[in-house]
């Protein structure tokens, strides 16, 4: 066996073990796991564009699940591989790891899922087409599975240089073949934010109608920050830009201030996004601390009895998209998603505290603005300090006293404990009756509960049917939040069938995503489904949670000429306890939907604008969603 052979046979193993195991490489094979093909294919573009090769990505989703990804890079090599003796293009397809570049190039994308490259995706699919535009030919190679049809092959002559990758998701692979254009969208837009003035076409031709998305910011992140605050009324005149490289470390961030109490930072290494920030995020805040005590004092703006300023008061209203390059990004924490490098720190913080120091002297009249924000947010923290205390006092908001209304279970192990959060007494009266006690706990809410998002976490805490949750629940809330002191391993969350149930459902979602975010994150809220109808026939009768099982229902009737009648359930107090028990409460029978975050900006945007104190973005929401409404109703 010669060596080219023996190549050939690690190439098909290699081919095998991504088919074999996936997820392995892609994370999953459901819908998430059919766009990380996407990713893989765009982050070869990209790393073009970081090069400096490559201005313009088109994306073009085709009929019959098949995307296209073109870019003005410097194309795919195409001359003979030394070691494998074929092609560079054909080595870059089906060889795991052999990354695409083979010179050590600029911000490679390592860690997680990212990077794994071409041959994943072509591994993954049903087939793969690339077309090459260099030396001013243009070469053609297609892959079934993996495996290459022919050679590379010139298929005619061309100008500039490129590649076009075309592929179709292997459907004894994958889940779902369904493309999500949100999702995709969602993802270049940031892609364009991220990488100035790169232009990103995407363009969706799998219906008659194109839709066409065509993103390019010449502002960079500081377009970014400006959509994400169009909804906020803002502290300083404009958003700052600042950016700088040291040591081959990129570093570009952008920033300003709102009225609100919220810390907002926006994080990414070499285009990724770092939810659990790092060292590049740590670097920064330490600079801003740094610098603004400093300025503020040198200024004369800090009295003596101000004492410091502390780094949570001068982030209180902060909003900031932090992105930084680097060669070698190690990526840590629990979902690999914190920056470690710790050289980055140190280069973060000079980058911005050079430019903070020198922005905050030059423009006294936005230094002074924002050390009399940061003094404010001071005396109200130590304000709302008092606060709390004295109501945590009077109510004794800890887990010796639970709530007169809760109904609670005998179990006392949380890992199989429920509470139920229902709306109303009497659907609180029917649930305590239907439920199952040894695990089940009920805890009705009278009406509706407080806006958190308007008001404040010191008025909230005022609230009753608030503080009934929190003692229910037993883990606190915000920084004094304890997860293991979870009560209950499922809250549930159930309300009316009607919009009145929706808005409720919508301010208990917000009041946990808001001071119990981690019990979304962990999994522990869901939503009961009680069902919309009941159609009884005879002695028998079925329900149905939804219109489509409506329609079977009544159809199924309506052919064997059956009479029925048809009963509309408003409201979870028209069941009797029995029909509760049944149809939403049992876990054998019952369907409970899980919140989850998938996106936690989307989330966040979206509570900002939907329950924030801006009415213009809540109102070009609901104009733009208005037309997916079904079920309103009169
Ligand atoms: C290997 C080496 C070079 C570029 C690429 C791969 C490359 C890969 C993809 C995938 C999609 N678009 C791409 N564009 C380029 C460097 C080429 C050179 O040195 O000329």
Known sequence: MNNYQAEDITVLEGLEAVRKRPGMYIGSTSERGLHHLVWEVIDNSIDEALAGYCNKIYVNLLPDNIVEIIDNGRGIPTGIHPKYGKSALEVVMTVLHAGGKFENDNYKVSGGLHGVGASVVNALSEWTEVTVKRDEKLYFQRFERGIPCGILEVIGVSEGTGTAFKFKADHEIFETLIYSFSILETRFKELAYLNRGLNIIFTDSRKEENKVSDLKFDGGILDYIKEIEQGQTPIMSTPVFMSGNVDNVDVEIAMTYNITQKETIYSFVNNINTPEGGTHVSGFRTALTRVINDVAKTQGLLKEKDGKLQGGDIREGLTAIISVKVAQPQFEGQTKTKLGNSEVTGITSKVSGDFLKMFLEDNPEETRKLVEKVLNSKRAREAAQRARELVLRKSALDVGSLPGKLADCSSKKPEECEVYIVEGESAGGSAKQGRDRSFQAILPLRGKIINVEKSGLHRALENTEIRS???????????????????????????????????????????????????????????????????????????????????????NLDRENKRYTLQRYKGLGEMNPEQLWSTTMNPDSRTLLQVSIDDARQADLLFDKLMGDKVEPRREFIEENATYVKNLDV
């Open 469 to 555: 949750m929190i003692t229910a629940f037993g883990t606190g809330i915000g920084d004094n939040f304890n997860g293991e002191k979870l009560r209950y391993g499922k809250i549930i969350i159930m309300t009316d069938a009607d919009v009145d149930g929706a808005h409720i459902r919508t301010l208990i979602l917000t009041f946990l995503y808001r001071y119990m975010v981690e019990l979304v994150q962990n999994g522990n809220i869901f939503i009961a489904q009680p069902p919309l109808y009941k159609v009884s026939s005879g002695k028998s009768s079925v329900y149905a949670y939804s219109e489509k099982q409506l329609k079977e229902a009544t159809s």
